[in-house]
C-alpha cells in the first residue's frame, strides 16, 4: 500500500512522496484509519499549534500519514518517518503508538488519542516513563456512561457491545466495561468485529442476541463504521449509546465520553512545550477530566427511546 499522507486544512487523503526539508522542524502525525474521531483530535491539535506560533511550510513541517485501518502500513509509516529523521513523531490510536515506540527510542513521541499506554509499552505511570515519549491518554469515562445508561434504562439488564480483538485499546475497555457493569446491574454482551466493513454483519449478530440496549465502547474500527451499527439499532428499535461523543452525530441516541478536539488540543500544547525545549521524559502524561454528553432525539425516537426534559436540558450537545 501507498504511503498515505492528509492534506493539512482538507481532510483529503493524498499519496506523497517528498521528504522533510532540511531546514524546518518536522513533526510526523501518525494515524491508525480516517475517522470522525480521528479528525477531531487532528483539527483540535493543528489549532493548538496555529495558536502556539507554527505555520507548516513556514517555521515548521506538519506531515500528516494515515494506514487506512491497515497495521502493518501503520507500522512502515512509522519506520518510514524514522529513516526520514523527523524531529518528532505524534502518534494517534493505540496502535500508532505501538508502532513509533518499535520504530524508535530517541525521537521524540508526543502520543494522542491512546486508551492506555502503559499496556502499550510507553511507562508504568504518568510520571515514570520512556524518556522520549509523553502524551495525552484517551481512557474513557465508563462508569460515568454506564451510570448515565442505568439512570435513561432502569430495567435493561443485557447491553451489547462490538469490539474489535486485534485493537489493544478495544479489549481494555471491553475489560472495564465488564469489571464495572455488575455495579449498575448489567451484563455485557460482545460480538467480535474484524474491519469496519463486518460491522453491519456483527451488529445484527449483537441483535439476534437477545439484548436489551447497546453500550457502544470506543473503538477505532467501530466508529470508522458507526452509521452501520446505528442504522442496525433504528430497525430493531435499541436504543443506542456510545463512549465516543461524537457518536451522536453519527446516529447514537446518547453518546457520554471525551471531546476529541480538546484532546488533541492538550497534546499540541505538550508539542509546543517540547518544540519549546522541555524534555518528553520530564513531562507526564495527561488525561482528560470533563465528560461530555451529546444527545440525538430523532435517532432515540426511531430507538424507541425519550430523554427526561432534565437530561435534555444538562447535555452539552442537543441534536434534533
Keep these: ?6 492534506v493539512l486544512g482538507l481532510g483529503l487523503l493524498v499519496v506523497s512522496c517528498s521528504r522533510p526539508s532540511a531546514h ?24 493548538a499549534l496555529s ?22 502500513e501503520v507500522h512502515r509509516l512509522a519506520r518510514s518517518f524514522v529513516e526520514e529523521k523527523v524531529d518528532l513523531i505524534v502518534p494517534s490510536s493505540t496502535q500508532s503508538l505501538q508502532a513509533a515506540l518499535i520504530a524508535t527510542q530517541t525521537i521524540p513521541i508526543v502520543f494522542t488519542s ?20 509523553t502524551g495525552v491518554a484517551s481512557t474513557g469515562p465508563i462508569r460515568q456512561a454506564l451510570g448515565f445508561i442505568r ?29 464495572a457493569a455488575p455495579e449498575f446491574g448489567f451484563e455485557i454482551v460482545p460480538v467480535p468485529v474484524d474491519n469496519p466493513s463486518a460491522v453491519l454483519l456483527a451488529a445484527q449478530i449483537l441483535v439476534n442476541r437477545k439484548i436489551e440496549a447497546i453500550y457502544q465502547i470506543s473503538d477505532n474500527t467501530i466508529n470508522a463504521s458507526f452509521e452501520a451499527l446505528s442504522k442496525v439499532a433504528d430497525e430493531n ?34 508539542v509546543l ?46 441534536l434534533d
Design 1 to 6: 500500500m501507498k504511503r498515505a499522507a492528509i
Design 114 to 133: 491512546v486508551a492506555n499506554p502503559y499496556q502499550a509499552g510507553a511507562g508504568v505511570s504518568s510520571g515514570e516513563h520512556l524518556g522520549n515519549v
Design 51 to 72: 495558536e502556539g506560533g507554527l505555520r507548516d511550510g513556514v517555521n515548521v513541517r506538519i506531515d500528516i500519514r494515515n494506514g487506512l485501518g491497515d497495521i502493518s
Design 151 to 179: 439512570g435513561i434504562l432502569p430495567g435493561v439488564r443485557r447491553l451489547g457491545t462490538l469490539w474489535t480483538p486485534s485493537e489493544l485499546n478495544s479489549a481494555y475497555y471491553l475489560e472495564l466495561a465488564r469489571e
Design 24 to 47: 524546518l522542524y518536522t513533526i510526523g502525525v501518525l494515524e491508525l484509519l480516517d475517522s470522525g474521531t480521528t479528525r477531531e483530535v487532528r483539527r483540535g491539535f493543528l489549532q
Design 273 to 318: 512545550r517540547i518544540k519549546n525545549g522541555e524534555r518528553p521524559g520530564a513531562i507526564p502524561f495527561q488525561g482528560m477530566s470533563v465528560v461530555r454528553i451529546a444527545l440525538n432525539l430523532k435517532a432515540a425516537a426511531r430507538q424507541g427511546l425519550v430523554f427526561p426534559p432534565d437530561i435534555i436540558r444538562t447535555a452539552d450537545e442537543v
Design 237 to 270: 428499535a435499541i436504543p443506542l449509546f456510545s463512549g465516543s461523543a461524537l457518536a451522536a452525530r453519527s446516529g447514537a441516541a446518547a453518546a457520554i465520553g471525551w471531546d476529541f478536539f480538546e484532546m488533541g488540543y492538550k497534546s499540541g500544547q505538550v
